[in-house]
């Protein structure tokens, strides 16, 4: 039971890791709360499935227009909606859980409220130390590490990620050393969104999926990212993989209430926080956040 146990771990952590990290770093640097981050990766999802399944496309032509279709949904709502209200999170919270039901509707009356699952993006399984795993499975993995990487890279040794990691420091003082913040919080949103766009192109084929399937994913989340500490990515790459291991070891040791992972998971969170209130990697520096 060892091996479905880490590999079903392993990629269900990495897609949280995608999903927890992008809302990170949204919040790390606009200091907005996205409650609608999972409602981008459904509708990539529904996106997957449309393309490949109703439209006969291939998989890297339905990728490609997906994950560019996400983030610039993401990036209309950020600049259209978001943008004029960013130092108001009471208001952040309502728009962004009200664009989160809005694309729950739409995808109802779209599409009905049947289940749904993409087709796989490559064929065939193989045998692990005697299991047999998706080629999906092992494709999920590999994208997820090699986009963390990138992000990694992008955010240390790159000039864009030196304007994030100011714009997240100190928005004025970035401002100041020349540093346009409105086009960094703008392509923040950008990479933050396309991280759900990656995740949803990973995941709808090993999901079953529905319009109202933003809920549970947003609860999880929201537990990674306060577990591993607001605003930071490695606490939320951490913490998505420790939230997966809680869920896995329910699912397979405890089949019957499979139904409890979530409260397993929340429980995770608690026992955490009550011995770092901050999270793994909280700080009160905001340079460290990133």
């Known amino acids: 039971m060892i091996v479905p146990i880490i590999i079903r771990t392993l990629t269900l952590g990495g897609v949280y890791a995608l999903l927890a990290s992008g809302m990170s770093l949204i919040f790390g640097v606009a200091h907005i709360v996205n409650l609608a981050h999972t409602a ?50 009471q208001a952040i919270l309502l728009i962004t859980i009200a664009f989160a039901l809005v694309f729950q509707e739409l995808l109802v009356l779209a599409f009905g409220s049947h289940f749904r699952t993409a087709p796989a993006l490559i064929q065939g399984s193989r045998l692990i130390l005697g299991v047999r795993v998706t080629n999906q499975d092992l494709l999920a993995l590999g994208v997820v590490a090699v986009v963390m990487i990138v992000m990694w890279l992008v955010l240390k040794k790159t000039k864009l990620g030196i304007a994030i990691r100011a714009t997240a420091n100190d928005a004025e003082i970035a401002n100041l050393m020349g540093i346009s913040v409105p086009r960094t919080l703008l392509i923040t949103m950008g990479i933050g969104t396309a991280l759900a766009g990656v995740a949803a192109v990973l995941m709808a084929p090993l999901w079953v999926f529905y319009p109202y399937i933003w809920m549970s994913p947003l609860t999880m989340i929201l537990a990674i990212v306060v577990l591993g500490g607001l605003g930071s990515i490695k606490g939320s790459v951490i913490g998505a993989f420790i939230i997966a291991l809680v869920e896995t070891l329910v699912v397979f040791l405890l089949p019957q209430h499979g139904y409890m992972t979530t409260a397993f998971a929340l429980l995770a969170m608690i026992i955490v926080l009550s011995v770092r209130p901050g999270g793994l990697f909280g700080t009160i520096f905001e340079e460290e956040r990133l």
């Not at 291939?58 to 259209?80: A, M, W």
């Open 40 to 89: 981008f990766f459904m509708v990539g999802a529904y996106g997957m499935w449309f393309l490949m399944r109703q439209q006969g496309w291939g998989p890297i032509e339905s990728i490609l227009v997906t994950v560019v279709g996400v983030t610039l949904l993401g990036l209309l709502v950020y600049r259209v909606f978001l943008n004029r209200v960013r130092q108001h999170p």
